[in-house]
C-alpha cells in the first residue's frame, strides 16, 4: 500500500523556490492528510531524491509515488529523473516505486486543474484582451509544445487569444509573445506564468513581456496554490490504488 509521496523539483539556486515547493508539499498533505510527502530536488537545493526514498524505506514504507514537479516532459523528465531512480536502485533501495506523469499536458491533454491554477493566479482587474503565457523555455520542440498546448487551452477557456513566450531554448520571447498578441488586435495584454516557483529565468521572461508593454502585475508562479495541489493528487492517484480511494473520500 503507498502511503509515501515524493514531490520532485529541478531546484534552483533562488531559495524561493525551495521554500515555494516545500508550501505545495504542505497543501498536497493537507488534501490528504493520509499521505507522508515530501520533496527533494535534482540539483541546487537538498535533500536528492534518492535521499528521500532511502529515508521513506527506512521508515517503513514498502511503496512510493514520485510526482516530477514539472510543466513540459523535457529532459529532466525524461533523462535525469529516470537515471536518479536507477542509481538508487542500484545502490540497494528495494522500495517500489512509482512515477506519474507531469503536471504540464499529456498527450495533448490539459488538467482542468492546470486551468484552473493558471486562472486562480492572474491578477484581477486588469481586464485584458490577450494574455502572454511566459515559460521557461527548452530546446526540446515538442516540450515547447505541451506549452502550446497550455496555452491554446488558457486563451479557450478565457475567451482571449493567448501566446506562449519564453525565456529561453526559442525565439519567441516573452516580448515577442506580446508583439504577436498586439498583431492579433490585442491591447490590453496580460502575463499569466507558467512556472511553478520564482528565480531568474521567472524574472526574465516577465522582464521581456513587460518590456514590450505587457500589462502589470504580471501573475505570480503557481506554487502553492489550491488547484496545484488537486492536480498533484490527480497524479498520485492515478497511479495509486490507495491514493485513489484516499482521493474519492
Given amino acids: 500500500?503507498?502511503?509515501?509521496?515524493?514531490?520532485?523539483?529541478?531546484?534552483?539556486?533562488?531559495?524561493?523556490a525551495a521554500a515555494t515547493t516545500r508550501a505545495l508539499a504542505r497543501a498536497v498533505a493537507a488534501q490528504r492528510p493520509g499521505l507522508d510527502?515530501?520533496?527533494a530536488f535534482l540539483d541546487h537545493a537538498?535533500?536528492?531524491?534518492?535521499?528521500?526514498?532511502?529515508?521513506?524505506?527506512?521508515?517503513?514504507?514498502?511503496?512510493?509515488?514520485?510526482?516530477?514537479?514539472?510543466?513540459?516532459?523535457?529532459y529532466h523528465g525524461r533523462v535525469d529523473l529516470p537515471a536518479v531512480l536507477d542509481r538508487a536502485r542500484s545502490d540497494g533501495l528495494r522500495l517500489d516505486?512509482?512515477?506519474?506523469?507531469?503536471?504540464?499536458?499529456?498527450?495533448?491533454?490539459?488538467?482542468?486543474?492546470?486551468?484552473?491554477?493558471?486562472r486562480r493566479a492572474l491578477?484581477?482587474?486588469?481586464?485584458?484582451?490577450?494574455?502572454?503565457l511566459v515559460a521557461a523555455g527548452?530546446?526540446?520542440?515538442?516540450?515547447?509544445?505541451?506549452?502550446?498546448?497550455?496555452?491554446?487551452?488558457?486563451?479557450?477557456?478565457l475567451g482571449v487569444p493567448c501566446q506562449a513566450g519564453f525565456a529561453s531554448g526559442s525565439p519567441v520571447t516573452g516580448a515577442v509573445a506580446v508583439s504577436r498578441l498586439r498583431e492579433a488586435g490585442c491591447s490590453r495584454i496580460a502575463i499569466a506564468s507558467y512556472f511553478l516557483a520564482p528565480g531568474r529565468l521567472?524574472?526574465?521572461?516577465?522582464?521581456?513581456?513587460?518590456?514590450?508593454?505587457?500589462?502589470?502585475?504580471?501573475?505570480?508562479?503557481?506554487?502553492?496554490?489550491l488547484d496545484l495541489a488537486r492536480l498533484v493528487v490527480a497524479r498520485i492517484a492515478a497511479v495509486s490504488p490507495v491514493s485513489a480511494a484516499l482521493t474519492a473520500a
Fill in 97 to 118: 516505486v512509482s512515477v506519474t506523469d507531469v503536471l504540464g499536458p499529456v498527450a495533448g491533454a490539459v488538467s482542468p486543474f492546470l486551468l484552473a491554477s493558471l
Fill in 37 to 39: 510527502v515530501r520533496c
Fill in 123 to 132: 491578477p484581477a482587474g486588469l481586464h485584458h484582451d490577450g494574455i502572454a
Fill in 1 to 16: 500500500m503507498t502511503s509515501a509521496v515524493l514531490l520532485v523539483a529541478h531546484g534552483s539556486s533562488d531559495p524561493r
Fill in 202 to 225: 521567472h524574472d526574465m521572461a516577465v522582464s521581456s513581456a513587460l518590456s514590450a508593454g505587457a500589462l502589470a502585475p504580471a501573475a505570480p508562479p503557481l506554487g502553492g496554490n
Fill in 46 to 74: 537538498g535533500p536528492r531524491p534518492d535521499e528521500v526514498l532511502f529515508a521513506f524505506s527506512r521508515s517503513g514504507h514498502r511503496s512510493a509515488v514520485v510526482v516530477p514537479l514539472l510543466l513540459t516532459a523535457a
Fill in 138 to 157: 527548452t530546446r526540446d520542440d515538442l516540450a515547447r509544445h505541451t506549452v502550446d498546448q497550455a496555452a491554446s487551452a488558457l486563451g479557450a477557456t
